[in-house]
């Protein structure tokens, strides 16, 4: 059935000269080794992050006073919750560690030079939204752990001269951490920060698909 639908768009779209092309038959340098997989592995885990953090949204409840209850019941209640959470908490430190470790790799194969300085910046910019989005869902359990957590990582904004106070008070929608907060973290989480990724890891692999793959010195 899956091979008679894959021939009736192949016949009205052309799908397979177009995978030919761009996936199928694109060679990578031979000399592209395991550590040339840090960002398709990077990829990957985020995309098990999505999948996971769609499963635990059907469950979460982002208020304070159900938050943790609600956590509690999707490792008890729920059919290999405890799983699901366990996957998605682990997997936002190894996506963390892939993407810093692709980017070491870059920056010691000096693959940043032109023309790929872009593809730099777009890989500076994914790192910095990858911290975001697990620094974000770190507060979402509402644990006594993610909540000073938090209370210490919004107080680093308030270093910086002249606007501190107004930087830490716009991210903790208010002087103190409080529903506002949990909130705030909860949409930038489960929907700014993931579009974001989206958008310009999009970007970064068009721009790669452009240049093509760097061989190493």
């Not at 920056?107 to 500076?124: D, K, M, N, Q, T």
């Not at 949990?182 to 970007?203: D, E, K, R, T």
Request: proline letters at 6%.
């Amino acid at each position: 059935m899956i091979s008679a639908i894959y021939r009736f768009l192949d016949q009205r779209f052309h799908v397979t000269p177009v995978l030919e092309k761009n996936v199928t038959k694109k060679l990578v340098p031979r000399t592209l080794g395991w550590a040339g997989c840090f960002g398709g592995l990077a990829l990957f885990t985020f995309l098990i992050q999505v999948f996971t953090g769609a499963l635990l949204l059907m469950y979460y409840k982002p208020d304070p006073s159900r938050a943790w209850d609600s956590v509690t019941f999707i490792k008890s209640n729920v059919p290999m919750g405890w799983l699901i959470q366990r996957v998605h908490a682990v997997g936002a430190n190894v996506m963390i560690l892939l993407v810093m470790l692709h980017m070491a790799r870059v920056a010691y194969y000096r693959i940043f030079r032109p023309p790929r300085e872009l593809h730099w910046v777009s890989g500076v910019i994914l790192f910095l939204l990858t911290t975001g989005l697990a620094f974000t869902g770190y507060l979402l359990p509402w644990t006594q752990l993610s909540y000073w957590g938090a209370k210490i990582g919004t107080e680093i904004p308030g270093a910086v001269p002249a606007f501190g106070e107004t930087i830490v008070t716009w991210v903790r929608r208010g002087r103190v951490i409080g529903p506002e907060t949990l909130g705030f973290f909860f949409s930038l989480h489960v929907w700014i920060l993931p579009a974001l990724i989206s958008g310009v890891m999009g970007l970064h692999f068009v721009m790669i698909r452009r240049t093509g793959i760097s061989k190493p010195l």
